[in-house]
């Protein structure tokens, strides 16, 4: 019998990763800050999660069957879909928010553009910024941590200097369930980029941003970067393969984009915090960046002279 060729598109890599394991390196590094929002926000926060991904999982299911694609649950990407968008919402939200911000996510941003890697917005972002514009009130509601009291008052929110370092690292102030410990979203963004899952380029071009940018408006720059959802969007949502730029140029034009329009979000608009419109915005320009940064291939000048 003979060995038969498969010819296809570039790139031709060749990698022992699968999107299962990938997916379960960005599970295994959230778990941290998930395990840390359920214990600062109780059951509540719990639940959030769960509904979150039950509906991510029974949305790709339900999809597959009406339009008999194979069964993709496997991959795990739907379960990291509805854990990125939970650890994005507040713990006070109804339930039934959650599982239709998962479903949105898994169908409309993420299966009417044909799956995953088809996708040209993060759906975990895309759908969170539907909740926040459908039901900003719900959205905009956060429990103090180990608090009944429901406060709107985040870092951004607050009045400057109303938290210290220590309060914003360990996440002990208002917001969303896995926003809130930049301690533990860097220890879990470190593990990623030990584990070769994602490049450092974009979170700290985007999180150096944030910084001069700030500090250059006469913003606290220290605050800037421990404050928000910053560190969950650098490390977990703006390196998504799918919406980011391939190539290291791309990639630091990216993430200084992301923090360039995260900081103008949040000192001139409405709304306190940029993070999820920044990179929802930079997602859309990605095939530019691509195309602008996009190396040329070996021999092309000489092809060109002949």
């Known amino acids: 019998m003979q060995n038969k060729f498969i010819v296809s598109s570039s790139p031709h890599l060749h990698t022992p990763d699968s999107t299962g394991g990938i997916m379960f390196d960005v599970i295994i590094a959230l778990l941290p800050a998930t395990i840390y929002g359920i214990i600062i926000f109780g059951y509540r926060a719990a639940l959030i999660i769960l509904v979150s991904i039950v509906s991510a999982l029974l949305s790709e299911f339900v999809w597959n069957k009406l339009t008999k694609k194979e069964n993709s649950l496997y991959d795990l990407s739907a379960v990291v879909t509805g854990l990125l968008l939970a650890l994005n919402l507040p713990s006070s939200l109804p339930l039934w928010m959650a599982a239709v911000g998962s479903a949105v996510a898994i169908i409309i941003v993420k299966q009417m553009f044909g799956g995953l890697g088809q996708n040209f917005v993060n759906?975990?972002?895309?759908?969170?910024?539907?909740?926040?514009?459908?039901?900003?009130?719900?959205m905009t509601k956060f429990y103090e941590p180990f608090g009944e009291i429901v406060s709107s008052a985040t870092p951004l929110a607050a009045e400057t200097g109303a938290y210290n370092v220590k309060d914003l690292l360990l996440g002990m102030h208002a917001g969303s369930i896995g926003e809130t410990s930049s301690l533990l979203l860097l220890i879990g963004g470190i593990y990623l980029i030990l584990r070769k899952v994602i490049s450092p380029a974009i979170p700290c071009c985007f999180i150096g941003a944030v910084f001069v940018f700030s500090l250059i408006l006469g913003s606290d720059p220290i605050s800037a970067?421990?404050?928000?959802?910053?560190?969950?969007?650098?490390?977990?949502?703006?390196t998504d393969y799918v919406?980011?730029?391939?190539m290291p140029w791309g990639q630091i034009i990216f993430g200084v984009g992301c923090g360039l329009l995260t900081v103008i979000i949040r000192e001139f608009a409405a709304l306190p915090e940029g993070v999820s419109y920044a990179i929802l915005l930079m997602n859309i320009l990605v095939p530019h960046i691509n195309r602008l940064t996009a190396r040329k291939p070996f021999g092309t000048?000489?092809?060109n002279n002949e």
Not at 230 to 237: E, K, P
């Open 123 to 138: 759906p975990a972002i895309a759908a969170r910024i539907v909740l926040l514009v459908s039901f900003p009130a719900a």
């Open 225 to 238: 970067i421990f404050s928000g959802g910053l560190f969950i969007g650098a490390f977990f949502m703006a």
């Open 243 to 246: 919406t980011s730029p391939a």
């Open 301 to 303: 000048e000489a092809a």
